[in-house]
């Protein structure tokens, strides 16, 4: 049995990360609160959008959606990895990270790149993807703008024919202890079914067909932007649960410390007693 000192170290160096679990749980929820309140005021907006979108569209003939509906044969593929920049919350960087590497597998023969949102999958992708950039920058300041710029970039490279196929593999928020790994297309534009068209009471300003191009670019920043604000959300969701598990293991850790500390005191005692009453009957006898 380890002696007292030993465990009396071990007790405080459990206390000590006790007390760092906690207090980053409470950070994770606070952060959680806003990101939370976020992505719920955003969603609306963008499903909105979408539907606008679909409405204008069914009542167009013919293909719409310009060069960002292109579906050309599928050769090259972009996978979009939105993860986290710091670690420490459970399963949320490696369930996002083995999606990657599964959508790899399901593209195999084909030419599969990596485009990481993340310092976390970055540093592990580009191990074995071919990852063309970084934007782990873009937590600094989360905004619609920058991240609008990244989704500007795949545009970009897929109008210029860099890519046949874009995806955005990230973790959707369902609460703070559930989150989903969900792979959306980006482009080329799924084709659009429409519901109930836009009634023709409505005089539109530019035409149809304007409004339409216009709304594809901002419809395809926001679906961007949405995931990310998602993945962000859910980054604290996963880091506020698994905080709150370490410190529940830390504290049951103490509490067993704490047990074999009072066995193990007890049974030095008791020896101290043996030894002095062994002592006395020996002076006595």
Not at 230 to 259: C, I, P, V, W, Y
């Amino acid at each position: 049995m380890a002696n007292l000192k030993e465990i009396r170290n071990r007790i405080s160096s459990v206390q000590s990360t006790m007390q760092i679990t906690s207090a980053m749980k409470m950070v994770s929820a606070a952060k959680l609160k806003k990101a939370q309140d976020a992505i719920t005021a955003m969603r609306p907006y963008a499903e909105k959008l979408t539907e606008l979108l679909q409405n204008l569209s069914a009542t167009l003939e013919g293909d719409t959606g310009g060069a960002f509906a292109d579906q050309r044969e599928v050769n090259k593929v972009l996978l979009v990895a939105v993860t986290s920049n710091r670690g420490l919350c459970g399963a949320f960087n490696t369930n996002v990270i083995k999606e990657i590497k599964n959508r790899t597998q399901f593209y195999q023969g084909k030419n599969v790149d990596v485009l990481a949102i993340g310092k976390k999958g970055n540093d592990v992708l580009r191990k074995t993807n071919n990852v063309i950039a970084n934007h782990s920058s873009v937590y600094d300041d989360l905004t619609f703008d920058n991240v609008a710029e990244i989704a500007q970039l795949l545009m970009d490279k897929f109008v210029a024919g860099e890519y046949d196929k874009i995806e955005i593999v990230y973790n959707h928020f369902k609460n703070a202890a559930t989150t989903i790994v969900k792979t959306e297309q980006f482009l080329p534009l799924a084709p659009i079914s429409g519901g109930e068209a836009v009634s023709s009471d409505y005089i539109f300003e530019p035409s149809k067909e304007e409004i339409v191009l216009t709304l594809i670019p901002k419809s395809l920043k926001t679906q961007l932007y949405k995931s990310v604000r998602d993945s962000f959300a859910s980054e604290h969701g996963a880091r506020m649960t698994a905080m709150h598990k370490a410190t529940d293991n830390a504290t049951e850790l103490r509490n067993q410390l704490k047990l074999t500390y009072n066995k193990a005191r007890q049974a030095a005692i008791t020896g101290e007693i043996l030894e002095i009453v062994g002592g006395a009957e020996a002076l006595n006898g």
